[in-house]
């Protein structure tokens, strides 16, 4: 059974500052890793998929790298800022149910809070 | 057009009403979910379209009832709620159902069981 976790469960950073997020997960066979962000009672935004095949995937400020073998990721915040406060998710995707769908198991996330 | 949306935002509903959540994506997706987030736990999920095939969740119970009238839409029809199942309600969606595909949610609907 494949477990995600994320650590730690909240960082408090000042403004500017780069900082790193991490996520693993015990099976090493996956696909893809996403990485997503979640405002206060608000839904999900996509920050980044990477591929099994691919070791990083940037986007802006953000960074991705992944790393199967030891099965870990993390997520990389350049230069933060006070918007960057937010949960972010980790997650990969397993097979349900055998009729060609998957779902999503997550990690618990890590609450980022940027001080102006 | 990455956007996947849903109404309402919010819903208050009596243990006795009938309600539906709707989700809605123009974005050509074959697969798309239901799930669920309780305070301060992440997404589980609820359902499974692919293809328009529903995918049972045989731990979900039957108050909560999926719909999927065409590949654009998704609805979740629910009766007889209890206030244990006041969450944050996510509808995503995917190409399909393949396992290197990304998923894209909306922005939930925030129900509260009274």
């Known amino acids: 059974k494949q477990e995600v976790t994320q650590i730690p469960a909240a960082l408090s950073v000042p403004e500017g500052e780069n900082l790193v997020l991490n996520c693993s997960f015990t099976?090493?066979?996956?696909?893809?890793l996403q990485w997503f962000r979640q405002d206060p009672g608000k839904g999900l935004t996509s920050l980044l998929l990477?591929?099994?095949?691919?070791r990083e995937q940037t986007s802006g400020r953000l960074n991705a790298s992944l790393d199967k073998s030891s099965g870990r990721s993390t997520l990389y915040i350049a230069a933060s800022q006070p918007g960057d406060s937010a949960t972010y998710l980790c997650a990969v995707p397993r097979p349900y149910s055998g009729a060609g769908s998957y779902q999503l198991t997550f990690g618990k996330g890590t609450k980022l809070s940027v001080i102006p | 057009d990455t956007e996947v949306t849903q109404t309402p935002k919010h819903l208050v509903m009596g243990m006795t009403n009938k309600k539906s959540l709707k989700c809605e994506q123009h974005m050509g997706h074959r697969a798309m979910y239901w799930y669920k987030q309780k305070a301060k736990k992440p997404p589980e999920l609820m359902f499974v379209y692919s293809y328009e095939k529903l995918s049972i969740n045989e731990s979900v119970p039957s108050r909560f009832s999926p719909e999927c009238p065409n590949s654009s839409l998704l609805n979740l029809h629910l009766h007889a709620l209890q206030p244990e199942d006041s969450a944050l309600y996510l509808c995503?969606?995917?190409?399909?159902?393949?396992?290197?595909?990304?998923?894209?949610f909306g922005q939930g609907t925030r129900l509260t069981v009274v």
């Open positions: 099976d090493s066979a996956i696909y893809n």
């Open positions: 990477i591929q099994s095949s691919q």
């Open positions: 995503a969606s995917s190409q399909d159902g393949s396992l290197n595909t990304e998923a894209f």
